[in-house]
């Protein structure tokens, strides 16, 4: 019941997709929903996983088990909208069944699910990501498909560059909130959530077009690709963030 007020030189919003502190501050954003719910749970496959992700391609979107400890594995499935609903009321046998249909025999029968979530599927991006004495990181910038599993890699590409940007500005003796001293980090970041977005955005629009054309085309591509080793490394450079100029601490190196 009481109200405490803070004094900082320098916010950083860090809160989530969902930011209070971006709409507290009223900071416009652009939105682009999927018509797309991620399904979310942990689930248990017969065989050992051996640390290796799997992502199927299916006609909902994505489906991909992801390695984790205790021989489990991170569950995110791609379904429609209207599907949600339908498939979070299946108990757990008739949930597992239908989870492997969609999956496969890849890792052996799936014997155990966790706890179900779903979240929908959206593009969002903060219109301004720095204002005096605020900057914005992470989803609260930029909450993107995780079709390439690349929304966790920017952020922590963000607080790399902020950090960088912060250490010299302290160095030199300058303010930390300065607006030029949070604008150099924001035009540091701009290439690289302008390239990722664009990427992220123009692959779940390719996997989800119904167009055979389409179908054709992306798959053609994907066995050109497979079968092209430069092109292969140059795409493999994006999805490790290894494009543009990286800060010291995502190319592993001290501050």
């Given at each position: 019941?009481?109200?405490?007020?803070?004094?900082?030189?320098?916010?950083?919003?860090?809160?989530?997709?969902?930011?209070?502190?971006?709409?507290?501050?009223?900071?416009?954003?652009?939105?682009?929903?999927?018509?797309?719910?991620?399904l979310?749970?942990?689930?248990?496959?017969?065989?050992v996983?051996?640390?290796?992700?799997?992502e199927?391609?299916?006609?909902?979107?994505?489906?991909?088990?992801?390695?984790?400890?205790?021989?489990?594995?991170?569950?995110?499935?791609?379904?429609?909208?209207?599907?949600a609903?339908?498939?979070?009321?299946?108990?757990?046998?008739?949930?597992?069944?239908?989870?492997?249909?969609?999956?496969?025999?890849?890792?052996?029968?799936?014997?155990?699910?966790?706890r179900?979530?779903?979240?929908?599927?959206?593009?969002?991006?903060?219109?301004e990501?720095?204002?005096?004495?605020?900057?914005?990181?992470?989803?609260?910038?930029?909450?993107?498909?995780?079709?390439?599993?690349?929304?966790?890699?920017?952020?922590?590409?963000?607080?790399?560059?902020?950090?960088?940007?912060?250490?010299?500005?302290?160095?030199?003796?300058?303010?930390?909130?300065?607006?030029?001293?949070?604008?150099?980090?924001?035009?540091?970041?701009q290439?690289?959530?302008?390239?990722?977005?664009?990427?992220?955005?123009?692959?779940?629009?390719?996997?989800?077009?119904?167009?055979?054309?389409?179908?054709?085309?992306?798959?053609?591509?994907?066995?050109?690709?497979?079968?092209?080793?430069?092109?292969?490394?140059?795409?493999?450079?994006?999805?490790?963030?290894?494009?543009?100029?990286?800060?010291?601490?995502?190319?592993?190196?001290?501050?």
């Amino acid at each position: 019941d009481a109200t405490h007020t803070l004094h900082t030189r320098l916010l950083v919003a860090a809160d989530g997709a969902q930011s209070t502190l971006r709409d507290l501050l009223a900071i416009p954003t652009t939105v682009w929903a999927y018509g797309q719910t991620a399904l979310v749970a942990n689930v248990t496959p017969e065989r050992v996983h051996e640390h290796v992700a799997y992502e199927r391609f299916t006609d909902t979107g994505p489906l991909a088990l992801l390695p984790m400890s205790e021989n489990r594995c991170a569950l995110v499935w791609t379904l429609r909208d209207d599907q949600a609903d339908a498939v979070m009321a299946l108990d757990d046998a008739a949930f597992l069944a239908r989870l492997q249909e969609r999956f496969g025999q890849r890792l052996g029968r799936l014997t155990r699910v966790g706890r179900r979530s779903v979240y929908p599927l959206k593009l969002v991006r903060a219109r301004e990501s720095v204002r005096p004495r605020l900057a914005l990181i992470g989803n609260a910038a930029h909450t993107l498909h995780p079709i390439a599993g690349q929304g966790f890699n920017l952020g922590l590409r963000d607080v790399a560059a902020l950090a960088e940007v912060l250490l010299d500005a302290r160095r030199a003796g300058h303010d930390l909130g300065d607006p030029a001293v949070l604008q150099r980090y924001a035009d540091w970041r701009q290439g690289d959530h302008r390239r990722v977005i664009a990427f992220t955005d123009g692959l779940t629009r390719l996997f989800t077009s119904p167009l055979a054309p389409v179908a054709w085309l992306r798959n053609a591509g994907m066995l050109a690709l497979d079968l092209c080793p430069p092109a292969k490394r140059i795409f493999a450079r994006l999805t490790m963030g290894k494009a543009g100029r990286l800060p010291r601490l995502a190319r592993g190196l001290g501050l």
